[in-house]
């Protein structure tokens, strides 16, 4: 197994200074999607962290009583999208070794996924009168295997609440 030390310090410069990932860049990489069901609306990346900004939108059968609440159903959701377009840019800039071609293929094909359910620990929180929810994740680590990709990720939403660890994994095999 190998493990993957990241060290910020040998990034290239315009990793360090940002970018701005616009819709259509997100739209093409969760291609799964149809447009009505894409929540992250615009995200920021920048060397090990991404940071998304959700629309908030709630499932149909949603209880009166949580209509004003993120949910962990919600939460899974915003971060698996959020997690798609971490993943492509880690593969784009090269720290995460496969090639674009590959990260489609395996998208494609449900080989990437972020975290379970177990490992979502939150309240529900009440988000009444906002209309955005807004996540951060950064990259810890990642472990390399014969069966795939095994990344250690940190999630913090603008609500304390609503943080934990969780697995990036993409199944080469």
Do not use: W
């Amino acid at each position: 197994m190998k493990v993957s030390t990241l060290d910020i310090k040998t990034f290239p410069d315009r990793l360090m200074k940002g970018m701005e990932l616009d819709f259509d860049y997100i739209k093409q990489t969760l291609g799964i999607y149809e447009d009505e069901h894409i929540y992250l609306k615009e995200a920021n990346y920048k060397a090990l962290e991404i940071e998304g900004k959700f629309e908030i939108k709630h499932y149909p059968f949603t209880k009166p009583d949580f209509i004003h609440y993120v949910t962990a159903p919600m939460l899974f959701l915003y971060l698996s999208q959020l997690g798609y377009v971490f993943v492509r840019c880690l593969v784009e800039d090269g720290i995460i070794p496969i090639s674009s071609k590959q990260f489609f293929k395996f998208r494609n094909e449900g080989r990437i996924m972020l975290c379970s359910f177990d490992e979502i620990r939150l309240r529900n929180k009440i988000i009444s009168e906002r209309d955005y929810f807004t996540l951060k994740i950064n990259l810890i680590n990642f472990h390399e295997t014969e069966t795939g990709i095994f990344g250690k990720v940190y999630f913090k939403s603008d609500y304390n609440e609503h943080s934990g660890l969780t697995t990036v994994q993409i199944h080469l095999k």
